[in-house]
Each structure stands twice: as structure tokens, then as C-alpha cells.
């Protein structure tokens, strides 16, 4: 299945490395636009929305196609949630909300 405008996916990005976890909004051979967070801070995130405090929001980002080493689409794998499941376990909200 191909992965389209409005699916939550997790992007690699190389020089400086980085995984982001987020909504795709656009792709294009110019580049990626995710509206996304780093996947290093997804756990803090979904505890500080849990628990109704400060956070930092998903950026609108665009990523010119050079740094993308690889996108995936979050799905279930092997028995084990995908990332938009275990944020709406946390927190009783989509991810898509965000």
C-alpha cells in the first residue's frame, strides 16, 4: 500500500541524523512536509499531554529529499502497537489531533 498525504509516518534524515514522527502533508522530489516531532521526545510528550502540562507543539517542517534516508508508515508490527496506537493508549487522544 502506498504511503499518501495524510498518514502518520516516521522519516530518517541523515546529516545531522534524526527520526521524526509525524503526519505527512506534502512530498514531492523536492522534499518531505511533516508537521512533526523529534521520535527521541515522543515518550515526554505523550506524558506531558497525559497529564495536561507544558509541551512543545508538532512543527510544520519541510525536509529537502538529500536528508531523507528512509520514511515508514507507523503500523502495527509483529503484535506490537504502532507509535499513533501507543500515543492514544497514553493519552486517550489521536495523534492526528496534533
Request: hydrophobic share 40%; aromatic share 10%; net charge negative.
Amino acid at each position: 500500500m502506498k504511503i499518501s498525504e495524510g498518514d502518520v509516518v516516521t522519516v530518517v534524515l541523515q546529516n545531522p541524523r534524526e527520526k521524526i514522527l509525524g503526519t505527512l502533508k506534502e512530498i514531492s522530489s523536492a522534499g518531505l512536509f511533516v508537521r512533526g516531532i523529534d521520535l527521541a521526545y515522543f515518550d515526554e510528550w505523550a506524558v506531558a499531554i497525559r497529564n495536561g502540562e507544558q509541551y512543545l507543539p508538532m512543527q510544520d517542517i519541510f525536509y529537502p529529499m538529500w536528508r531523507v534516508e528512509r520514511m515508514t508508515r507507523d503500523a502495527e508490527s509483529a503484535g506490537v502497537p504502532s507509535l499513533a496506537e501507543q500515543f492514544q493508549q497514553k493519552t486517550g487522544k489521536e495523534l492526528t489531533e496534533f
